[in-house]
């Protein structure tokens, strides 16, 4: 008995990885770095939940922070990361635009990468 098996070629295999990435982020991504860029924010995502958020401002219960993260997700908004789905829910950071938004989530995965690499060796 043969089975047919279908091969999604590079690019349907790649916008599908896209369009599951680009779940949470609510802004427009065009061009050829749009695949880079929906990748970046799932890995930031993706570690923020795993690993919590930290930041600088002592008024804030950093449990309390990380709880709600887990529950309720994070999403990306032109001019900010924020806990949950709605661009008005509590803010992880704000931006002056996306182009600086991308810019922090792309720092941020690079100084990650850089820790567990010192961390491995």
Avoid at 8 to 28: D, H, P, T, V
């Amino acid at each position: 008995m043969n089975k047919q098996v279908k091969v999604l070629s590079y690019i349907e295999i790649a916008e599908k990885e896209f369009q599951e990435s680009k779940k949470y982020i609510n802004f427009r991504l065009t061009g050829y770095n749009k695949y880079y860029y929906a990748n970046q924010c799932k890995r930031f995502k993706d570690n923020v939940i795993k690993n919590g958020y930290s930041v600088f401002n002592q008024s804030l219960n950093l449990n309390h922070l990380n709880d709600e993260i887990r529950k309720k997700d994070v999403s990306f908004h032109k001019h900010s990361i924020n806990i949950g789905h709605s661009q008005f829910g509590t803010d992880l950071k704000t931006f002056k635009n996306k182009d600086e938004l991308l810019g922090f989530v792309i720092g941020y995965n690079q100084a990650d990468e850089e820790i567990l690499s010192k961390l491995d060796s």
